[in-house]
């Protein structure tokens, strides 16, 4: 495990995203942490590949122009958001409303072969909801993530489960972790948020929520982004209740 210190001087100046604020997560220490709330792809299942070849598919078939780095600009958009990017700079001649239900029936069908639950991720959220109320905030659909819930056995252990298409913007902008906090009765910064890619940690940065980063090695965040994270892991099993709890003491006692 390695810990980082929150520092904000870290991130270039002007760089990335206006969503990267000031962060009102070191007050953690002084009230603890509340609740915890994970992301779903990329943190409990592997899936961002399989979403990006499902688009790309779909581009392909329908004779839009994949490009290269579509899958990374897509990472953390909300279904409204991709649909859109499909149509408006891939060419997908389908309305956006087509484009979303094609790629998440092909997901849905996907999962319902085969979960790709990353290893050690339910016995991950089992340890942290014997001690904390839990939520979900995913970019997924809604029906996706009742699905992969579901599959893994994990649908009771969450909660509240946010989908990115019911609040008005995507990662990297924060709604989706504000709207998770507010079904949970926390505040922002009494909670900390479980989070892979760089949209996803500066979504939760964003919020005012402590931040816990597992990269992802297909999508590997940005240094900016991983610059925010108040601890990095190496892998979902390493994420215990202590690492909760050491967010906490690292607010009061490092910054």
Same mark, same amino acid.
């Given at each position: 495990? +390695?810990? *980082? *210190?929150?520092?904000? =001087? +870290?991130? !270039?100046r002007g760089s990335l995203i206006p969503? @990267?604020?000031?962060?009102? =997560?070191?007050m953690v220490g002084a009230v603890g942490i509340r609740a915890v709330i994970f992301d779903l792809d990329g943190v409990l299942i592997d899936s961002e590949e399989r979403w990006a070849r499902a688009k790309e598919a779909l581009v392909r /078939?329908? =004779?839009? &122009?994949?490009?290269? /780095? #579509? #899958? &990374?600009a897509m990472l953390g958009m909300s279904s409204t958001e991709w649909s859109r990017y499909l149509h408006d700079e891939l060419g997908v001649p389908l309305a956006p409303e087509q484009i979303n239900e094609a790629v998440v029936a092909r997901m849905l069908e996907d999962y319902r072969r085969e979960l790709p639950l990353i290893e050690g991720a339910r016995d991950a959220v089992l340890r942290l909801a014997e001690r904390w109320p839990l939520a979900l905030a995913s970019s997924s659909n809604r029906e996706v993530i009742d699905l992969v @819930? /579901? !599959? !893994? =056995? @994990? !649908?009771? #252990?969450? $909660?509240?489960?946010? $989908? $990115? /298409?019911?609040?008005a913007r995507g990662k990297p902008a924060p709604d989706v972790y504000l709207e998770a906090a507010a079904r949970l009765g926390v505040a922002p910064s009494e909670a900390a948020a479980i989070e892979d890619s760089t949209s996803g940690l500066l979504s939760a940065h964003a919020a005012g929520m402590a931040v816990v980063a597992i990269p992802n090695p297909a999508f590997p965040p940005s240094e900016e982004a991983l610059a925010v994270a108040d601890i990095v892991l190496d892998s979902i099993v390493e994420l215990t209740p202590a690492t909760i709890e050491s967010l906490a003491n690292a607010s009061s006692g490092e910054r």
């Open positions: 495990m +390695t810990r *980082r *210190r929150r520092d904000s =001087g +870290t991130v !270039a969503f @990267l604020i000031p962060s009102i =997560g070191d /078939e329908t =004779g839009g &122009h994949w490009k290269p /780095e #579509a #899958a &990374h @819930l /579901e !599959a !893994a =056995g @994990l !649908a009771d #252990a969450f $909660s509240v489960t946010v $989908s $990115s /298409e019911e609040v």
